[in-house]
């Protein structure tokens, strides 16, 4: 089931809204990633970005040494929340 349906379910909010707020969500945390901002939802996690450096590597088709130029990463950590969630689970 999507995310927005289960939240309009839930909630009892219209399925419209709720996906509008959930797409607007998401581009805000893009955005702020794309300008190295992090960004934490309570009792979730931290979506943050780090700079990986350049480095070697091989094209797999043909074996040819290549450069892989530096580039940013997303980065996520669950909250401690979720962490124990998941343990109590098992």
């Given amino acids: 089931m ?3 349906d289960m939240i309009a379910k839930d909630s009892k909010l219209n399925s419209k ?3 509008e707020v959930i ?3 998401f581009q805000l945390i893009t955005q702020s990633l794309a ?3 992090s960004v934490t939802i ?3 996690g ?3 970005s ?3 450096a350049a480095r070697n590597g091989v094209n797999p088709q043909t074996q040819e ?3 892989i130029p530096a580039q940013r990463r997303g980065t996520f950590g669950w909250s401690p929340h979720v962490k124990n969630m998941l343990k109590e689970k098992n």
């Fill in 2 to 4: 999507a995310l927005s």
């Fill in 17 to 19: 809204e709720v996906k």
């Fill in 23 to 25: 797409d607007s969500t």
């Fill in 35 to 37: 300008n190295g901002d």
């Fill in 42 to 44: 309570k009792n979730f």
């Fill in 46 to 48: 931290k979506f943050g």
């Fill in 50 to 52: 780090r700079q990986a």
């Fill in 65 to 67: 040494a290549i450069t």
